[in-house]
């Protein structure tokens, strides 16, 4: 299982930095792909089978909606569009429950509604840091917050965690790697601030910027990777999927850039991009 992990790990690591290298169409095409999939997972774990049997009008609608909402992201670089996109998603979506009433419940939109949100929209915020003009190379922010968060916080647990703060939510996850893997990626946005963002955006504070952006982001990403271990215990889930050998689903491997991709680009934005 370990070389499986390993293998699978290495794989998935160079794509997605290769994907992030090259920015553009691959990487829109990966993310939209990661949300189709994150889509089905989340809609499984949340609905049960006899649910998703009745009808899958609102699945359709959500894939079209999805498909659709990466193509506005892609090229039309207007956030115009992606509100058009979303609020046509809602309309459809109720139209399709009035028409069809009673063949499911009103949970089924909310919860359609919810897995769209969740991961298609929310992991689309990695799009529009690779996208912000001249400062393309702040995407390894999310790396950094989310990926090398996980990583340095198993290494702080292992040799420091005695403390369990979530004990029914995610009983391995200790005190001590969460404060470690946030330090850590403070730390290593301080870094790459230092003898990398600086080069290209000599501004004052720019490293501490940067510490201040992974350590956030490094913190929501803990929340994303808390609150999916939430959703497949309230669902009686072990994992979201199988597509990744070792490491389960998309939803998986991706938990914590869910919500690290979307608190990174907020404070770009304001503290980096939309001061220039």
């Given amino acids: 299982m370990f070389v499986k992990r390993l293998i699978s790990g290495i794989i998935l690591l160079f794509i997605i930095v290769g994907t992030f290298a090259i920015g553009g169409y691959p990487l829109a095409v990966l993310l939209t792909l990661i949300s189709m999939v994150g889509y089905a ?157 600086n080069r290209f955006i000599p501004e004052p504070n720019i490293e501490w910027r940067m510490c201040l952006i992974c350590g956030v982001g490094a913190l929501m990403g803990m929340v994303g990777d808390l609150a999916a271990s939430g959703i497949k215990r309230n669902n009686n889930v072990k994992d979201f999927g199988h597509l990744i050998p070792g490491h389960g689903g998309i939803m998986d491997r991706f938990d914590s850039m869910i919500l690290c991709a979307p608190a990174a680009y907020i404070l770009t934005y304001l503290l980096i991009a939309g001061t220039l």
């Fill in 41 to 197: 997972e989340l809609v499984k774990a949340l609905c049960s089978e006899t649910e998703r049997r009745k009808s899958n009008g609102p699945d359709i609608i959500a894939y079209g909606s999805i498909l659709f909402y990466y193509l506005a992201l892609t090229f039309t670089h207007d956030p115009t569009y992606l509100v058009i996109v979303i609020g046509a998603f809602m309309l459809l979506e109720l139209v399709w429950f009035v028409v069809k009433f009673p063949l499911y419940s009103s949970d089924r939109i909310v919860r359609t509604v919810f897995s769209v949100i969740y991961c298609p929209v929310m992991i689309s915020f990695i799009y529009m840091i690779r996208n912000l003009e001249g400062r393309e190379f702040l995407i390894w922010i999310v790396l950094i917050s989310s990926w090398g968060c996980d990583t340095l916080a198993y290494c702080a647990g292992s040799l420091l965690g005695k403390h369990h703060p979530f004990p029914e939510l995610s009983p391995r996850k200790s005190t001590e790697g969460c404060i470690g893997g946030i330090i850590g990626s403070a730390l290593l946005g301080f870094l790459f601030g230092l003898f990398y963002v």
